[in-house]
C-alpha cells in the first residue's frame, strides 16, 4: 500500500499563537532568573565598590559615607580625615566614563579607579592602567591639564592616539578635585 503524505498547514494565527508562546515562556524565565540572582548581584556590586575604595586610600583605618553627600566617602586614619572619595562621570571617545577619585584634604589627586568606560582597547582603555594613573599622583586643580609633552611633568601628558580619553579622565578627575576643595572649604 502506498502511504500518502498530507503536509500540515499552519494558518497565521497558530503561528502567530506559537510565537507568542515561546517569548511569554522566554519572558517568564527570563524574569524568574533575574529575580533569583538580582540580590546576589547587588550585594557582590557593593562589595566591589568598596574594594575599589579601600584600595584608593589604603592608609585609611576608616571609610564611611559623607553624611548629604551622594556616593561620597571620607577616609580617616586615627580619627582625623585624610581623604574623600567621590564619583566622577564625563564623556570619552566611547562614551560615559565613570570613575572614582581619592583626594586629599588638601586638595591632591592620590588616586583613580574607572569603574566603566567604552573607550578604544589599547588607546582609551590605557587610562586605566598604572603608567596613566601615576601621572596624576600629588597634582592639584591648576595642574590638571593635558599636554602632548612628555618632558611636561608639570601637567598630564596625553595618552598617545587616545588625547580625547586622556582629555575626559582628566576632566572628570578636575571636577572631582574642584568639587572636593569646594567642599572642604579649600582646606
Known amino acids: 500500500m502506498a502511504e500518502i503524505h498530507v503536509e500540515k498547514e499552519y494558518s497565521i494565527l497558530q503561528v502567530a499563537l506559537d510565537l507568542a508562546g515561546a517569548c511569554i515562556i522566554s519572558g517568564i524565565i527570563i524574569a524568574g532568573t533575574y529575580f533569583i540572582t538580582s540580590p546576589t548581584a547587588i550585594k557582590k556590586a557593593a562589595i566591589l565598590k568598596q574594594q575599589a575604595i579601600k584600595s584608593l586610600v589604603t592608609q585609611a583605618d576608616i571609610i564611611k559615607e559623607v553624611p548629604g553627600k551622594s556616593d561620597w566617602y571620607e577616609a580617616e586614619k586615627a580619627g582625623k580625615v585624610i581623604a574623600y572619595v567621590v564619583p566622577g562621570e564625563t564623556r570619552g571617545y566611547g562614551g560615559e566614563i565613570t570613575m572614582l577619585v581619592a583626594i586629599s584634604t588638601e586638595g591632591r ?4 579607579n574607572i569603574l566603566s568606560s567604552n573607550e578604544t582597547p589599547g588607546l582609551g582603555q590605557n587610562a586605566s592602567k598604572d603608567f ?5 599622583k600629588g597634582k592639584k586643580s591648576e595642574n590638571l591639564l593635558v599636554v602632548k609633552d612628555p618632558s611636561n ?3 598630564i601628558d596625553a595618552l598617545t592616539g ?3 580619553s586622556s582629555v575626559a579622565v582628566t576632566k572628570g578627575i578636575k571636577e572631582a578635585v ?3 576643595v569646594k567642599f572642604s ?3
Open 109 to 112: 589627586v592620590i588616586d583613580y
Open 132 to 136: 596613566f594613573r601615576n601621572r596624576f
Open 153 to 155: 611633568k608639570v601637567n
Open 162 to 164: 587616545a588625547t580625547i
Open 178 to 180: 574642584d568639587e572636593v
Open 185 to 187: 572649604g579649600g582646606k
